[in-house]
């Protein structure tokens, strides 16, 4: 089984039936994060004849200006998550100040109400690392799971230390960051995943249906000196690991 810890199945759009097909070929276990209220709920309608995909409710931080003052509204879908994200801080892409105070209004909302229902959280950290780092100790949060780090590896082994997950994504092999992130980490605390459609497009112009985690795994398996498919269940072991805990 392959583990997509980070998706959004619906930037897919007109492909979709594509995408679930290839998830369901190739037998990824997906978690489909969500921006906001709507993505959620669609990929719950998804999950109902699909069983490898898992709806996770979050707002994300490029949307949290959105959402601030509403969020006891959210609270059913929290509860009903088995994961929350994705959610986080974002002061690298989103430079509008005044946009920051919101998204830590929302960001500490969930990781309350992920001690309170001892949930997992999917975390977004982009220039907001030590942050982050904070508010997890804060919290007690168990398990997190740290999307795409493309912090400072001091901070990184910090995460670490605290008891962090970490997703690799499709920049490995492209980024000189992401390749040293993955010769960092211990095997038993690495995830994979493909973060929707268009964040290969980011990086290297390409489409990517949900199956080029496949290609992620392989390149983990070089730099690890690994054979791929040690790598593929491993991550998958790591996923249930933190699941059962």
Request: charged share 25%; proline share 4%; with cysteine.
């Amino acid at each position: 089984m392959y583990i997509d810890a980070h998706n959004h199945l619906e930037l897919y759009q007109d492909n979709i039936e594509e995408a679930l097909t290839r998830i369901s070929q190739h037998k990824i276990f997906t978690l489909a994060c969500s921006m906001d209220e709507k993505s959620y709920l669609y990929a719950k309608d998804i999950a109902l004849f699909n069983p490898m995909v898992v709806p996770c409710f979050g707002i994300h931080p490029w949307e949290a200006h959105k959402y601030h003052d509403e969020l006891d509204l959210f609270d059913i879908y929290i509860k009903e998550t088995p994961i929350i994200g994705e959610i986080g801080l974002d002061y690298y892409w989103v430079e509008e100040k005044y946009k920051h105070p919101y998204q830590r209004k929302v960001l500490n909302y969930f990781l309350q109400r992920a001690q309170e229902y001892d949930k997992i959280t999917n975390l977004h950290t982009k220039g907001a690392e030590e942050e982050i780092l904070f508010l997890i100790k804060k919290y007690n949060l168990r398990s997190p799971i740290i999307h795409w780090y493309s912090g400072p590896l001091d901070t990184l082994k910090k995460l670490l230390d605290y008891g962090c997950y970490f997703t690799v994504s499709v920049d490995i092999g492209y980024s000189e960051i992401t390749d040293e992130m993955v010769k960092l980490l211990p095997m038993n605390r690495i995830l994979t995943e493909t973060d929707g459609p268009t964040a290969l497009e980011w990086v290297n112009g390409e489409y990517a249906y949900p199956d080029y985690v496949k290609r992620v795994v392989k390149e983990i398996a070089t730099i690890k000196g690994l054979d791929a498919e040690q790598v593929k269940d491993i991550v998958y072991k790591n996923y249930l690991s933190f699941i059962k805990l």
